[in-house]
């Protein structure tokens, strides 16, 4: 039997190298900077002969770069052609675009479309405020599905059970307003549920109020829209021409992406 060939389970077997590879790569990508061998040895518990030898082969072939002396290590730019061909190739980000650029212009607020992977949401596209006071934004960045406007979007389009089995009881503290409590956070989704948004009250960042839908063209949903403005600027009135554009967007992309 050859190496990736499954003992009768039906299923193929893991690939040590390659597991090692996409371990190594994912704790770069939530780790931005270089790091030591053996600080990567001590954050992944891999052999640090076979370590070195994996961080020494990626650094050749582009994947991973390392400083002037060779002995600190962190991502490399062959990773971030990966990632700019899985944004290009996206269907659903290219029909939305039309619908995220209006939905800018309507609310004037940073956009946000979102993909839901696993216990965390990650942007596929953003559209800036065009206000100077705007919350950081980037393309590939991942947030906890819990403490998002993004994330409780997504969340509320599967059933509580579903929700007890994907989230621990205990979740994580992102700022002093997170819900962690996991039936407090199933019982707000009923909620979501009920007037089809979700909301992010400082949440995730503090000073910062975020609204989010979810895109139905999948059940469950896996991607949502979101729109986040300062609490400093967010009036009654304001809030209400946020939550009209974004169902507006919804029902936009419900068409745009029906086929997909």
């Not at 986040?228 to 745009?256: G, W």
């Amino acid at each position: 039997m050859t190496t990736g060939e499954a003992g009768g389970s039906g299923a193929p077997a893991a690939v040590k190298s390659a597991v090692r590879t996409v371990l190594l790569l994912e704790h770069f990508a939530a780790r931005p900077g270089l790091h030591s061998l053996a600080d990567i040895q001590h954050d992944l518990g891999l052999p640090k002969s076979s370590l070195y030898m994996l961080l020494r082969t990626l650094v050749n072939l582009g994947w991973v770069e390392t400083d002037a002396t060779g002995t600190r290590y962190g991502i490399g730019v062959r990773a971030l052609l990966v990632g700019s061909s899985y944004i290009d190739g996206d269907e659903v980000v290219a029909a939305a675009r039309p619908t995220l650029d209006r939905l800018s212009d309507d609310t004037t607020e940073t956009i946000h479309l979102a993909r839901r992977d696993g216990t965390s949401v990650v942007y596929l596209a953003t559209r800036p405020s065009q206000h100077y006071l705007r919350p950081f934004t980037r393309v590939g960045r991942r947030l906890p599905v819990h403490s998002t406007a993004l994330g409780k979007a997504l969340l509320a389009t599967h059933s509580d059970d579903e929700v007890r089995a994907l989230l621990p009881r205990r979740l994580e503290a992102v700022t002093e307003h997170t819900i962690t409590d996991r039936e407090q956070l199933v019982e707000e989704l009923a909620l979501v549920r009920e007037q089809g948004y979700a909301v992010d009250r400082e949440e995730n960042t503090l000073g910062l109020r975020c609204f989010g839908v979810a895109v139905p063209y999948r059940t469950p949903a896996r991607d949502a829209v979101s729109c986040s403005v300062p609490v400093a600027r967010l009036t009654a009135e304001h809030e209400q021409r946020i939550k009209a554009a974004l169902f507006e967007a919804r029902d936009r992309l419900s068409v745009a992406t029906r086929r997909m």
